[in-house]
C-alpha cells in the first residue's frame, strides 16, 4: 500500500497568513493522482483539490496545490476563519486508495 | 446538485453483519462509480472499496474477505455490507462519490460494535 505521510500535525498561525502542508508518499504518485480534502468538527470531507492541483468546483483561489512525484504540498493563502480545519490527502494512483493522517490547521 | 445520506443501525453486535444503505438524491446512480469510507480515531480514514452500477467492485484487501458492495438502481441506492464485525469496525462510516477522487460526501453514519 502507498504510505502518505503529512506534516507538520499541527500548524498554529493567525488568520491572513499562509498555511503550507506537506504529504509525502512512500511511492511515487504517477499522473499526479493525489487529492486534498478539508474537514472541520463534525462534518464530512470536502474535496479541495485532485490532480495534485486542480481547485474542485466552488474552492476559493486561496487554496492552492502543488508538487509530483512523491512530493505535494497544499497551500492556503490569506486564512480566513472558516480556513481553520483538518486537511488529509489521498492517492488514487492505486488501488488501496489511501490517506495521509492530517494536518489540523488551528489559530495560533 | 447530488446529495448522499448513509442510513443504517448505530450499534451490531460482535461477529454480527454490518449493513449500510447510501440513498443518491439529486442525481442517478447510474453510470457513476460509488465509495465507502470510515473514519476512527485510531486509524484515522481508511478506504473500504468501490462499486459501480454494473456490479464491478474493487475492496481494500484488509477487509476484502468481509465486504460485499452492491447497487440497487430502482431505488438510487448502494450498500455496503460488513461480515463478522469486532469492536474494530466502530467508526464513523461514509459514503461518496467517484472512485478516484472523491467528490461529494455523506454527511456519515456512527456504526458501533458492541454486544
Keep these: 500500500d502507498i504510505v502518505l505521510t503529512q506534516s507538520p500535525g499541527t500548524l498554529s498561525l493567525s488568520p491572513g497568513e499562509t498555511a503550507t502542508l506537506s504529504c509525502r508518499s512512500s511511492q511515487s504518485v504517477s499522473s499526479n493522482y493525489l487529492a486534498w480534502y478539508q474537514q472541520k468538527p463534525g462534518q ?3 474535496l479541495l483539490i485532485y490532480g495534485a492541483s486542480s481547485r474542485a468546483t466552488g474552492i476559493p483561489d486561496r487554496f492552492s496545490g502543488g508538487g509530483s512525484g512523491t512530493d505535494f504540498t497544499l497551500t492556503i493563502s490569506r486564512l480566513e476563519p472558516e480556513d481553520f480545519a483538518v486537511y ?3 492517492q488514487y494512483v492505486n488501488s488501496p486508495r489511501t490517506f495521509g493522517q492530517g ?4 489559530i495560533k | 446538485q447530488v446529495q448522499l445520506q448513509e442510513s443504517g443501525p448505530g450499534l451490531v453486535k460482535p461477529s454480527e453483519t454490518l449493513s449500510l444503505t447510501c440513498t443518491v438524491s439529486g442525481g442517478s446512480i447510474r453510470s457513476y462509480y460509488w465509495t465507502w469510507i470510515r473514519q476512527s480515531p485510531g486509524k484515522g480514514l481508511e478506504w473500504i472499496g468501490y462499486v459501480y452500477n454494473s456490479g464491478t467492485t474493487n475492496y481494500n484487501p ?3 474477505s468481509r465486504v460485499i458492495m452492491s447497487v440497487d438502481m430502482s431505488k438510487n441506492q448502494f450498500s455496503l455490507n ?3 464485525v469486532t469492536a474494530a469496525d466502530t467508526a464513523l462510516y461514509y459514503c461518496a462519490s467517484g472512485a478516484t477522487k472523491l467528490d ?3 454527511q456519515g453514519t456512527m456504526v458501533t460494535v458492541s454486544s
Excluded: M, N
Aim: charged share 20%; hydrophobic share 30%.
Design chain 2, 104 to 106: 461529494i460526501w455523506g
Design chain 1, 103 to 106: 494536518t489540523k490547521v488551528e
Design chain 2, 82 to 84: 460488513l461480515s463478522s
Design chain 1, 44 to 46: 464530512a470531507p470536502r
Design chain 2, 62 to 64: 484488509s477487509l476484502k
Design chain 1, 88 to 90: 488529509y490527502c489521498q
